[in-house]
DNA sequence: GTCTATAATTCGATAGAC
DNA sequence: GTCTATCGAATTATAGAC
């Protein structure tokens, strides 16, 4: 373990702080090299450039669970509950989810994320290709949503909410977006 | 009609077209100015900075419906059809979400919008004033995830839907959060 | 009312000493 | 590896000519 291993994992540290509590262009390589303590020259030594760092700092795995292993009707419940405990105070999330507001190459990592990570989950739980993505993109809606509302807008009720309350109350929905029958049918799930 | 007042509206469309498109850093004056087809200088004069330009512009009513007018279990139906409507194609509503995740008094004014307009909605059919406050809070969850990720982060299917699709999953999610049961006393809308 | 010129900052990025 | 110094570009905002 190298003491330039060091400096970068406390520049990436940093730089999820920042670009998580600022957005891109408040997030400068200034503030981000004093917040961990090194020189501003270093980062640019190490990550090339501001987009290349945000890359770096950005990019994660959303560990999503193997909702082929669970019982249909709990897959809403295991769903909200394993996203509402891996977000909380994720900086890596909101760092990317602010960013992307702003600049379209995060935007553009957000859509690759989606489609690695959500679409497949769905796809293998829903035969039909097409139905498969409208669903991931319609859960999408919400939990992007809700980590908008609650970790960068930060909507008073929506703080209040515990994780426990946030899982119940999304449970259904989610359930409603894997489960429920596609407009043009109508009944009900 | 002065020539004053054209040019100043002039300038607040183009406003809301470059925040919304671009974000508060990225949208200049410089650029706004251009598209309106006017002096930057004239910008300043008029509205006196660039926070005071993005607070006029973005100022807006929901205009919602007025709930307790209709059948308790066509509400969802109702308010789903009425956003999806209002919401397609509003350069307002994305300029001020957009600046939002960036720039903080963005975010208290959109904080301020929805204590002022959604939060009193569901008020009047929900007595309970802390349930009220939270179901509130989720109906925002759903309705600027949706904002997020059809106009700002624009993830393929969520684009492709058309606004009766749309309206169509949303309404029951809707209704869920407007009418259902709080957690702790389990049981179904 | 309109525009030019520019002040005053700030930033990303680079060059180079040590 | 680390730091100083600085370049070049871009920004908001202002002062003032016409």
New interface residues.
Partial sequence: MKRSDRTKAAILVAARERFAA?????ATIRAIAAQADIDPSMVMRYFGSKEKLLAAAASFELELPDLTAIRPDSWGDVLARHLVARWERNDTLVAL??V???QDFA?ER??TL??GQV?PLVARIEPDEKTA??R???L???????A???Y???????V??TT??LA??LS??LQ??LT?MV?GSDS?E
């Fill in positions: 600022d957005g891109y262009a408040k989810l602010r992307a507001a702003t935007a957000m859509r989606f489609a679409a993505a409208t991931a993109g319609l999408a809606t919400q939990m992007l949503g809700l908008l509302t609650r960068v807008l930060e909507l008073p009720p929506v209040a909410l426990d309350e119940a109350w259904p929905v409603h977006y429920g407009p009900k």
